[in-house]
Structures are given as C-alpha cells and as structure tokens.
C-alpha cells in the first residue's frame, strides 16, 4: 500500500515523494483500497459530479418550499441576482457559489437527490464553490473532477486522523465546517495551488469554524443550515484566496482537527444535533417546534433570560 495516508502531513509527503497533486494521491488510493482501474474511480467521480449539477440546476429554478416552508425560493433569488450585480459587493462568483449552495440545500430539504459530500447538511458548501469557480476559470471537466478528489483527500485526512463528519458527536464544526474545509482545498486546486496552498487553505477554513453548534430549528436541516452553507462557500473562497496570496496557518491542519475534536469533547449535548439549544430554542425556534407540533423543550434548556424577564426592576 503505497498511498495511504493516515492525516495531512503524511498526505503531503506523499505528494513530495511521488510529485503528486492531493487529487492524484486521493485516487490512487481510492485504486489501492478497493482494488479499482483509475477509470473506474473517476468514473465514479463523474457520477458524483453530474448528481452534484443536476441539483444545483434543479435547486436554482425551483422555488417549491420544503414540507414545513421553511426553505424554498432563495437560491432562485439570489441567482437572479447575477443580473442585477451593480448593488452587491462580493464577486459573481461568489455570488454564484451562495446560489449554487443553497441550492443544493434547498434540494435535499425537498428530499430531493443530492450528494451528501461530505453529509447531507454540509452538501451545499462543495458544489457551490467548485462549480462557480469552474464557470469563472472557464475550467476543464478534468480540472473539476480533480478539484472533488481533491477536496476528497482533506476529508479522509481528517477521518484517518480521528476527526468525525457527525454534527452529533462534534456539532456543525465536523459538517459545514469541514465541507469549508474541503471545498477550500479542492478549489486551490482547481486553481493551480500547490499540495501546501491547498493544505493550508483547508486549515485556514476549518480554523475559523472551530466551535460552531449544531442547532436546528425543529431538529431539520434547514434552518440555519442551508444558508450557512452558502456563507461556508464564501469562507472556503476566503481561505482558498488567503493561502494562495501567502497567508500560513500557523497551526498546521492536523493539530486543527485534533482542536475541533477537543471542542467536541467539551461542548454541550443542547449542541450537537439534539434541537436542544443555540438557535434551535430561540423564541422563532421554539414558535417553529410548536407548530410542527413537537413536545415543548424543558425550561432548564433555555438558559438565557432577557432582561426585565425576572420583573425585579424596570431596566
Ligand atoms: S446545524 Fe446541524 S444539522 Fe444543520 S448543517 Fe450544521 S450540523 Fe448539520
């Protein structure tokens, strides 16, 4: 077994040793570990690739609400906006790669096929940005397709190096977060970044998603989920941006995903896919349980007051 890797640091070694791309090492591992041709993997990749599309192609002209309306309409929204780019500030391809995002999202929230790349609530992040920035670079399918195994071999780094994609065990930092993560790297790839750039995008990414909670509203993965993808998009962009200017992560991305597997190991079960806290039992959170009509969440749950609550002053 010559190209597996049990984190990034050993993935990079193996890109110097072999003078690899993190795609080109990711599939070639994928032929080691399940005894497949090189075509049969991108095969399989096409596959994901086309599903991947056809969501986002769906998801953008579809303005159907998902079974309790809470989603439905926006990516239609804010691709119509493309025309009309004079008012916003970020780029078309930023843009594009929110649309593209939430798109996806909406999809999976009509129960519609998308690619759990790397889960269902983190599907959006990937496809949006690698898909617009393909559109921008005017890119080649085989640069895109290498783009996805690139992204790839950031989430089997982080799962060979203990990390988890379960928002249960380590909230939406291990979901929208790691699929930043991914997406950062993948795209530095589809733009030329070296195996470094695209580790330390990655790392960049991940970084500053450390800590997030996972609380939806009413236990679906709508809300905050779809739109977090797309502001994720905007993220791995960032990142992706930082690294191939220069920008270093000074903590390199392994001890990241060792620190998001700390701050799971501290954060609060209210927090990790129960519907118990964060946004989840905001006072729209919990107007949106009742109406679905779920049993109500124990007072002990909602630990902050708003002031004048208590009745004891007039502030
Ligand atoms: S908030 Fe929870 S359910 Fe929603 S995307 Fe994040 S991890 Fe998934």
Same mark, same amino acid.
Request: aromatic share 4%.
């Given at each position: 077994?010559?190209?597996?890797?049990?984190?990034?640091?050993?993935?990079?070694?193996?890109?110097?040793?072999?003078?690899?791309?993190?795609?080109?090492?990711?599939?070639?591992?994928?032929?080691?570990?399940?005894?497949?041709?090189?075509?049969?993997?991108?095969?399989?990749?096409?596959?994901?690739?086309?599903?991947?599309?056809?969501?986002?192609?769906?998801?953008?002209?579809?303005?159907?609400?998902?079974?309790?309306?809470?989603?439905?309409?926006?990516?239609?929204?804010?691709?119509?906006?493309?025309?009309?780019?004079?008012?916003?500030?970020?780029?078309?391809?930023?843009?594009?790669?929110?649309?593209?995002?939430?798109?996806?999202?909406?999809?999976?929230?009509?129960?519609?096929?998308?690619?759990?790349?790397?889960?269902?609530?983190?599907?959006?992040?990937?496809?949006?940005?690698?898909?617009?920035?393909?559109?921008?670079?005017?890119?080649?399918?085989?640069?895109?397709?290498? %783009? /996805?195994?690139?992204?790839? @071999? !950031? =989430?089997?780094?982080? *799962?060979?190096?203990? &990390?988890?994609? $379960?928002?249960?065990?380590?909230?939406?930092?291990?979901?929208?977060?790691?699929?930043?993560?991914?997406?950062?790297?993948?795209?530095?790839?589809?733009?030329?970044?070296?195996?470094?750039?695209?580790?330390?995008?990655?790392?960049?990414?991940?970084?500053?998603?450390?800590?997030?909670?996972?609380?939806?509203?009413?236990?679906?993965?709508?809300?905050?989920?779809?739109?977090?993808? %797309? /502001?994720?998009?905007?993220? @791995? !962009? =960032?990142?992706?941006? *930082?690294?191939?200017? &220069?920008?270093? $992560?000074?903590?390199?991305?392994?001890?990241?995903?060792?620190?998001?597997?700390?701050?799971?190991?501290?954060?609060?079960?209210?927090?990790?896919?129960?519907?118990?806290?964060?946004?989840?039992?905001?006072?729209?959170?919990?107007?949106?349980?009742?109406?679905?009509?779920?049993?109500?969440?124990?007072?002990?749950?909602?630990?902050?007051?708003?002031?004048?609550?208590?009745?004891?002053?007039?502030?």
């Amino acid at each position: 077994m010559d190209y597996q890797f049990k984190n990034c640091t050993e993935l990079l070694k193996l890109c110097k040793q072999y003078k690899l791309s993190i795609s080109q090492v990711a599939i070639r591992r994928e032929m080691e570990c399940y005894k497949k041709s090189r075509a049969q993997v991108r095969n399989q990749m096409k596959k994901v690739r086309e599903i991947m599309w056809n969501a986002i192609l769906l998801g953008i002209r579809s303005t159907k609400k998902s079974k309790y309306g809470l989603a439905g309409g926006d990516a239609a929204k804010i691709h119509g906006s493309l025309k009309k780019m004079s008012k916003l500030l970020h780029s078309k391809t930023a843009i594009r790669a929110m649309a593209y995002a939430i798109a996806t999202n909406e999809q999976n929230a009509r129960m519609e096929t998308i690619v759990a790349f790397p889960t269902a609530g983190g599907s959006g992040v990937i496809p949006g940005v690698l898909f617009s920035t393909y559109q921008h670079m005017k890119s080649s399918k085989r640069k895109m397709l290498e %783009a /996805l195994f690139g992204a790839s @071999a !950031i =989430g089997v780094a982080i *799962l060979e190096h203990g &990390g988890t994609f $379960s928002a249960a065990k380590a909230g939406c930092q291990a979901e929208v977060g790691i699929a930043c993560a991914m997406a950062a790297a993948g795209v530095t790839e589809m733009r030329s970044g070296t195996p470094e750039q695209c580790v330390n995008a990655a790392a960049l990414a991940l970084k500053n998603m450390l800590g997030l909670a996972c609380d939806p509203l009413g236990g679906l993965v709508e809300v905050p989920c779809i739109k977090r993808n %797309a /502001l994720g998009a905007l993220h @791995a !962009i =960032g990142a992706s941006d *930082l690294s191939l200017i &220069g920008v270093k $992560s000074l903590v390199p991305m392994d001890e990241v995903v060792e620190a998001m597997m700390n701050i799971a190991e501290s954060m609060s079960d209210t927090i990790r896919e129960t519907a118990l806290g964060g946004l989840a039992v905001t006072e729209t959170g919990l107007k949106i349980r009742k109406k679905m009509g779920l049993k109500s969440i124990p007072k002990k749950y909602i630990a902050y007051k708003k002031c004048g609550s208590c009745k004891k002053c007039d502030s």
